[in-house]
């Protein structure tokens, strides 16, 4: 199993930047592949980025040059940096854990919130 403890979530104007953390309960090294996922009101889920346990990186169209995920390997920990942010940006973005043998395990989620 693998626990996640997300953060760093809040209210930003527009142009403004957040970053994210997610914190996981084990090695990232043993972990498949960890993303970030985002939920507006409305909408389904979607993938934001993500980073496979060789540190390959794959970032949706939506923010790419915008943001940008990366780790800590020593710190079992994942980011987020988020920059010129904009209101379509606000969602529930949520950290996602998949392990080799194909399981999916889902932090609490951290809400950001980008004022006009």
């Known amino acids: 199993q693998v626990q996640l403890v997300e953060s760093g979530g809040g209210l930003v104007q527009a142009g403004g930047s957040l970053r994210l953390s997610c914190e996981a309960s084990?090695?990232?090294?043993?972990?498949?592949?960890m993303g970030w996922y985002r939920q507006a009101p409305g909408k389904q889920r979607e993938l934001v980025a993500a980073i496979s346990s060789g540190g390959s990186t794959n970032t949706a169209d939506s923010v790419k040059g915008r943001f940008t995920i990366s780790r800590d390997t020593s710190k079992n920990t994942v980011y987020l940096q988020m920059n010129s942010l904009k209101p379509e940006d606000t969602a529930v973005y949520s950290c996602?854990?998949?392990?080799?043998?194909?399981?999916?395990?889902w932090g609490q989620g951290t809400q950001v919130t980008v004022s006009s």
């Open positions: 996602n854990a998949q392990t080799v043998v194909g399981s999916y395990y």
């Open positions: 084990r090695s990232i090294f043993s972990i498949y592949r």
